[in-house]
C-alpha cells in the first residue's frame, strides 16, 4: 500500500510547491528548531526510561552478578544454553549479519527492561494469591506473559528497531532473540541471588548444584524466553515493513509470544510431574525432558518461519541474478 496523500497533493502536478500546505519538510530556521527539539525529546524519553530501568535493577539487587564472582559465575553457566539458542537463531539469518554493536545493545537493554516486568510482576502476583490453580494461570496469562514479552520488545524498539542496519523482517526474530537472551541472563540472577542468600557456597563444579541446583533449573528455563521474544521480534520485524499494518502486526506478534510464555509457566508443573510418573525419573529429569518437549514444538515452528523467510530470500535473489545475467548475455556472431 503506497502513502496516502491529501486530496491537494495527488491532483497538483509537480510544479506546485506543496510546503506547509499538504507537504512538509525542513526549510529555515523554525523548521530545524522544532527538528531539533523532536529529536531532544525522542532521545530523552529514551534516556529517562532507560536510567530507571537502571535504578530499579540497583534496587532489587540486580548488580550482584557484577560485584559477586561466584553468583556472576553461576549466571554466565545458567545463560549458557539460551547464548546458544540465540546465536543459532542469528546463524539462521541468510540476509546480512546483524552488527556486533546493534547485538550487545540490545542484550544490554533486555537486562534492562526487564526490571519493569520483575516489579509488576511482584507488586501484581497477590491479586491472584488467594485463586489455587485458576490464579496461577489468570497471573501467568493476564500479567507474567504480556508484560515480560512487552518489556522484551521494548529493548529492541528502544535502539535497534530505528536503527538502518534494521534492514529485514528476520532481523527482528534475531534481535528479539537477544533481547530474551538479556532478559533470561538478569532473571538467571536474580533468582541465583536469592536462593544462595545465607547459603554455604561450593566451590568447583559443586556450585551448579547449590541452591537447590538452581543454576541447572535457570539454565533449562533461558532458552524459552530466547524463543518467545524471537516470535515477537519476528513480528516486529514484519510491522517494520509494513507500516499501514503496523500495530495489528505487534500485537499479533505479542500475542504469539505471551499465550506461548503463559502456557509454559501454568504447564510446567504439571509437564514434569506426568513425565515423572510416566518415566520415574527425578524431579530435575522430569523437568530437563518437559522442557525439551516444550520448547523443541515451538522452537521448530520458529525455526520453520525462519527458514520460510530464507528460502523465498535466497529464491527472489536467485530470480534476481538470473534476470540480470539475461541481459549480460554476449551476443552471438550474427549480432555483433
Do not use: C
Not at 546483524?98 to 497477590?126: C, D, H, I, K, R
Not at 541465583?192 to 528455563?221: C, E
Not at 510446567?268 to 530437563?288: D, E, K, N
Amino acid at each position: 500500500m503506497s502513502r496516502r496523500r491529501d486530496p491537494v497533493e495527488e491532483r497538483a502536478g509537480d510544479d506546485v510547491d506543496l510546503y506547509d500546505i499538504a507537504t512538509w519538510e525542513r526549510r529555515g530556521l523554525l523548521d530545524g528548531v522544532a527538528s531539533g527539539i523532536y529529536r531532544v525529546l525522542v532521545a530523552s524519553t529514551r534516556i529517562f526510561v532507560v536510567g530507571v530501568a537502571l535504578l530499579i535493577l540497583v534496587g532489587i539487587g540486580g548488580l550482584s552478578a557484577l560485584t559477586d564472582p561466584q553468583i556472576g559465575v553461576l549466571t554466565a553457566l545458567s545463560a549458557l544454553p539460551a547464548l546458544g539458542l540465540a546465536v543459532y537463531v542469528r546463524r539462521s539469518d541468510a540476509t546480512d549479519g546483524e552488527p556486533l554493536s546493534l547485538l550487545v545493545a540490545t542484550f544490554l537493554l533486555g537486562v534492562l527492561t526487564a526490571n519493569f516486568a520483575a516489579v509488576l510482576n511482584t507488586y501484581t502476583q497477590g491479586v491472584f494469591a488467594g485463586l489455587g490453580f485458576l490464579g496461577n494461570a489468570l497471573f501467568f496469562f493476564v500479567v507474567v506473559g504480556p508484560v515480560e514479552e512487552t518489556v522484551k520488545l521494548l529493548a529492541v524498539r528502544l535502539y535497534a528497531y530505528g536503527d538502518d542496519r534494521f534492514q529485514a523482517v528476520v532481523d527482528g526474530a534475531v534481535y528479539g532473540a537477544v533481547a530474551g537472551l538479556g532478559f533470561a541472563t538478569i532473571e538467571n540472577a536474580l533468582y541465583i541471588t536469592q536462593n544462595l542468600d545465607g547459603a554455604t557456597m561450593a566451590s568447583g563444579l559443586g556450585l551448579i548444584g547449590a541452591g537447590n541446583n538452581i543454576t541447572a533449573i535457570r539454565a533449562l528455563a533461558g532458552p524459552g524466553h530466547v524463543i518467545y521474544s524471537a516470535f515477537a521480534g519476528y513480528y516486529l520485524g514484519l510491522a517494520k515493513f509494513n507500516r499501514e499494518n503496523r500495530g495489528p502486526i505487534i500485537v499479533k506478534g505479542l500475542l504469539v509470544a505471551a499465550l506461548i510464555h503463559a502456557t509454559y509457566n501454568t504447564t510446567v508443573g504439571i509437564g514434569s510431574g506426568l513425565v515423572g510418573l510416566a518415566t520415574g525419573l527425578g524431579q530435575l529429569p522430569s523437568f530437563f525432558v518437559w522442557v525439551l518437549i516444550y520448547d523443541g514444538v515451538f522452537g521448530l515452528i520458529l525455526f520453520r518461519k525462519i527458514r520460510r523467510y530464507s528460502h523465498t530470500y535466497r529464491q527472489v535473489h536467485e530470480d534476481e541474478t538470473a534476470e540480470e545475467s539475461a541481459f549480460d548475455v554476449e551476443p552471438t556472431e550474427f549480432e555483433s
